[in-house]
């Protein structure tokens, strides 16, 4: 089976010694591709996971969705994941984004509308996933967005979920990435999923 993996640094591995061995997507032992970048936003995951797929093809996609806060935004002929301390006095666009722009309602739903296109996008090429997304659950002050109440996914497993609280340390966590061990967690939870 080949498999497909997409995400932050979370899935990258940043903060391993080797990420390239120590990640989860390594430890599941099946042919993989991972695109996944340190500080990359959801904007860019759905985007180049669907480029990847049209031109290749696999058995399986696994997307880790980031925090919410992430944008995306096109500068000097490429795209560019922005999140929330890059908005400093020399780099005017997050910091206009962050301050005129952004709003929790704008990223939840923005968050919803990706995860709703990833699904719909994989349903329609018959390819089996999973979704699972890094913190940020919607607050009770935010209104429900319609794509949020047509996916799936609305309940997606958390990255807390499974490992624990980031602030509270422990041995899933390296500083604010999972660990050796948190990634052979991530890589169990995972092997119970991926099809026999």
């Not at 995400?7 to 991972?34: F, I, K, M, W």
């Amino acid at each position: 089976m080949k498999i497909l993996f997409n995400g932050c640094s979370h899935t990258y591995g940043v903060e391993l010694e080797h990420p390239e061995t120590q990640r989860y997507s390594a430890l599941l032992g099946h042919d993989h591709v991972n695109l996944a970048q340190g500080g990359k936003c959801n904007d860019l995951i759905v985007k180049e996971t669907i480029e990847w797929l049209e031109n290749n093809t696999c058995d399986f996609v696994i997307v880790q969705f980031t925090l919410v806060t992430r944008f995306s935004h096109w500068e000097n002929g490429k795209w560019k994941s922005y999140q929330p301390k890059n908005a400093t006095l020399t780099n005017r666009v997050p910091r206009y984004y962050y301050k005129w722009i952004s709003s929790n309602q704008l990223h939840y739903t923005n968050f919803w509308k990706n995860v709703f296109v990833m699904e719909s996008y994989l349903k329609k090429r018959n390819i089996s996933h999973y979704f699972w997304r890094f913190a940020n659950k919607r607050g009770d002050e935010l209104e429900k967005c319609v794509y949020e109440d047509l996916t799936s996914w609305s309940d997606m497993l958390q990255h807390q979920d499974l490992l624990g609280h980031p602030k509270n340390g422990g041995k899933y966590w390296l500083d604010s990435h999972p660990s050796p061990l948190g990634h052979q967690l991530i890589a169990s939870h995972l092997s119970g999923i991926l099809p026999k």
